[in-house]
């Protein structure tokens, strides 16, 4: 499966300047720009740009950055699921997972992240795949937000769909393991019947035996 790229951007206007909504990012670029310090809930900000550099390389690897001026201060990225999760046993070339998207705190509530899904759906190759993304709880700031798990939930959800991802029913021990972790996914209008059946395959492997 060739994995075509297109660039698109969008401009958020704010009180302290556009912000720009750009990707698929080339690595070149990447490599240019800085990390907002508040980057930080998977990893230091350092360490998620060597991270966000090494998605970009990959041939599947999508970045789409917000950046104000020269630093990033948002990203989302979609790579092919881990090796050691389940949604890579079906070895599906059309299916692709959003791993990640962070907003650097001073940046929120300006809609970097619906806009930040906006763009990466402007790409008509994402009409070729299965989206996913898995959510849980531990991975989210309840305590920078001020939100509870459930208004956090709620909130990740509308953003979610803003890209077309909605929430689909799994038996993935990780994912029940607490109901306010949830699975979602988007199927492109080029996604065939065949992958979507193997898809569910992935997500019911629990399956009594009568």
């Known amino acids: ?23 698929p990012i080339q690595i070149s670029r990447l ?32 970045i789409i950055v917000a950046r104000y001026k020269d630093t ?24 692709i997972e959003l791993g990640a ?4 705190p001073p940046f929120r509530e300006i809609s970097i992240g619906k806009t930040l899904l906006e763009v990466s759906m402007m790409d008509k190759m994402m009409e070729n795949y ?21 208004e956090y939930r709620k909130a990740m959800e509308k953003m979610m769909e803003t890209g077309g991802l909605t929430w689909v029913a799994t038996d993935d021990p990780e994912i029940c393991s ?13 996604v065939n019947h065949e992958s979507v059946q193997k898809f569910d395959q992935l997500r019911f492997q629990n399956r009594f035996m009568y």
Not at 130 to 150: A, P, Q
Not at 181 to 190: D, V, Y
């Open 31 to 62: 490599k240019e720009l800085h990390f907002h310090e508040g980057l930080t809930a998977f990893r230091p900000s350092g360490q998620q740009k060597e991270a966000l550099l090494e998605i970009s390389e990959l041939e599947e690897g999508r």
């Open 130 to 150: 299965i989206i996913i993304t898995t959510e849980y709880y531990w991975h989210w700031d309840l305590k920078g937000t001020g939100l509870n798990v459930w």
């Open 72 to 95: 990033v201060v948002g990203y989302v990225t979609f790579l092919y699921p881990d090796p050691l999760e389940r949604w890579s046993e079906g070895n599906l070339e059309n299916l």
């Open 1 to 23: 499966m060739r994995h075509i790229k297109t660039y698109h951007a969008k401009e958020i206007k704010t009180k302290q300047g556009p912000i720009i909504v750009e990707g």
């Open 178 to 190: 607490h109901p306010a972790n949830c699975l979602m996914a988007r199927f492109g209008k080029k």
């Open 101 to 104: 998207i962070e907003v650097a």
